[in-house]
Structure formats: structure tokens, C-alpha cells
């Protein structure tokens, strides 16, 4: 996607380019990465603030909830650890209420 929105501009771009530049933001925890979303496409974020993700089976859109506890855990998981923490991934799978209303309309066609 990002190479696709960037190729027209930039006529040099490589997606080697692209994906290069990802795995260095994510190495510098400005970038997130989520994998797939059932779409077999990897996935970033560039939120980095403690969140959780949903995913979308069926459509593979992914998207953001704030979540109080997620924050608390961060700072749990700093206190005990030492670590430098630059980033979490709290990643749920599941279905979005559009797919879900698809899959009832479906079930009543048959």
C-alpha cells in the first residue's frame, strides 16, 4: 500500500526500498509490526503508544481501542523487567460487526 502511494511520485522506488525503510523504523520502535491479518499481508503500526489491535478475519481490516489495562501493563511489565520497553502488540482476532451482519445474511440465504 505505501509503495503503491509512493511509486507515481518517487519513479525510482523499489519495494525493497520500502520494506528496508520499515524494518529500520521498527528497529527504532517508532513502527509496530502485526503480521498478517488473515490476509497473509504483514501489517504496521505506527501507533507505539500502548493499544489494542483488532483484526478482522474476513476483511483483514485492522483496527486501534485505547485499553487502560494495556497502559498498567506496560508499566508492570518495566517495573519487573528493567526492560526499555519500545513498544507492545496486544493483537485480537475475531470478526467485525460488517462481516459479522455479512455472514447472518448468508447463513439466512441458505
Given at each position: 500500500?505505501?509503495?503503491d502511494e509512493l511509486k507515481p511520485r518517487f519513479d525510482s522506488l523499489s519495494l525493497a526500498t520500502v520494506y528496508n525503510t520499515l524494518d529500520t523504523l521498527v528497529?527504532?520502535?517508532v513502527v509496530?509490526?502485526?503480521g498478517h491479518a488473515g490476509d497473509d499481508k504483514v501489517h504496521?503500526?505506527?501507533d507505539t503508544e500502548p493499544?489494542?489491535?483488532?483484526?478482522?478475519?474476513s476483511c483483514s481490516r485492522i483496527i486501534d481501542i485505547p485499553s487502560e489495562h494495556?497502559?498498567?501493563l506496560d508499566s508492570e511489565i518495566t517495573a519487573a523487567s528493567?526492560?526499555?520497553l519500545?513498544?507492545?502488540?496486544?493483537?485480537?482476532y475475531g470478526l467485525c460487526p460488517d462481516c459479522q451482519k455479512k455472514q447472518e445474511k448468508a447463513k439466512r440465504k441458505q
Amino acid at each position: 500500500m505505501i509503495y503503491d502511494e509512493l511509486k507515481p511520485r518517487f519513479d525510482s522506488l523499489s519495494l525493497a526500498t520500502v520494506y528496508n525503510t520499515l524494518d529500520t523504523l521498527v528497529g527504532l520502535g517508532v513502527v509496530n509490526v502485526l503480521g498478517h491479518a488473515g490476509d497473509d499481508k504483514v501489517h504496521y503500526d505506527a501507533d507505539t503508544e500502548p493499544h489494542v489491535n483488532l483484526a478482522c478475519i474476513s476483511c483483514s481490516r485492522i483496527i486501534d481501542i485505547p485499553s487502560e489495562h494495556v497502559t498498567h501493563l506496560d508499566s508492570e511489565i518495566t517495573a519487573a523487567s528493567g526492560y526499555k520497553l519500545l513498544g507492545a502488540r496486544v493483537l485480537y482476532y475475531g470478526l467485525c460487526p460488517d462481516c459479522q451482519k455479512k455472514q447472518e445474511k448468508a447463513k439466512r440465504k441458505q
